[in-house]
């Protein structure tokens, strides 16, 4: 399948190009020019800093939101869930570590995260978060339709439809769903991750301290990083 039509298939697979009026021939090029230097960017991930764990924020009664500003007093593990720090999975992340610095680079954004679907350790669906940049965030997002009456991340883990926010006020204020991990967020995007087979594998999710930033360039670049993920996710058993 070539580039733009795979570009295509997945604006039509996530609901983007219900959303937006700007997909057009430009957008394709932009996105085509994302996604080859991206692929250049991670041919050698042999330079990168995997991180197995990292902080994350204490969590409120039951489970249901974070403290913001308050960090647990153990920092989550990759290893447990990912089922050992293997060679393999070491590659996975390093390859996914790649795509995160070079989202980093290029978007200028104030927060980035990928996150895997898979069963955790007491074998519930949950999205993992594998690789981020910005803020202490959550690292396990349940992926079922109770907790996504509150978090766009698991809508989306669920229905594989995108949810491009950019002003979080007003869209609160119409009684959409937010999971409020940092309060000084004004933008948000969280888009899906397919397989080839179209399986909905994970999301990723993009935020900034600035409103209105999901622009055409910027979705360019975001659907280029999600159509370069799939096939670098650790291996499910």
């Given at each position: 399948m070539s580039i733009p039509t795979q570009i295509n298939h997945y604006l039509q697979l996530s609901g983007l190009k219900e959303q937006f009026s700007f997909f057009d021939q430009a957008f394709t090029e932009k996105?085509?020019?994302?996604?080859?230097a991206l692929q250049q960017h991670i041919v050698d991930s042999s330079n990168a800093k995997v991180q197995w764990q990292y902080s994350v924020p204490e969590l409120g009664e039951g489970g249901a939101c974070s403290l913001f500003g308050v960090l647990d007093s153990e920092?989550?593990?990759?290893?447990?869930i990912?089922?050992?720090?293997?060679?393999?999975?070491?590659?996975?992340?390093?390859?996914?570590t790649k795509i995160t610095e070079f989202y980093q680079q290029q978007s200028g954004?104030?927060?980035?995260?990928?996150?895997?679907?898979?069963?955790?350790l007491k074998q519930e669906l949950v999205l993992v978060k594998l690789s981020y940049f910005g803020a202490a965030s959550r690292a396990e997002f349940p992926l079922n339709t109770e907790f996504a009456k509150i978090s766009?991340?698991?809508?989306v883990g669920l229905t594989?439809?995108?949810r491009v926010i950019n002003d979080v006020a007003a869209y609160l204020q119409q009684g959409g769903e937010y999971y409020t991990c940092d309060p000084k967020v004004k933008a948000e995007a969280c888009l899906p991750l397919f397989a080839q087979s179209g399986k909905?594998?994970?999301?990723i999710d993009a935020e900034d301290l600035k409103q209105q930033v999901f622009t055409a360039e910027a979705?360019?670049?975001?659907?280029?990083?999600?159509l370069s993920i799939p096939e670098c996710l650790p291996a499910i058993a």
């Open positions: 996105t085509t020019a994302y996604y080859q920092p989550y593990d990759l290893t447990a990912l089922g050992g720090q293997t060679r393999a999975n070491h590659q996975a992340l390093a390859r996914l954004l104030a927060w980035f995260g990928i996150y895997q679907a898979r069963a955790n766009n991340n698991s809508t594989g439809q995108a909905i594998v994970g999301i979705l360019a670049l975001l659907v280029a990083v999600c």
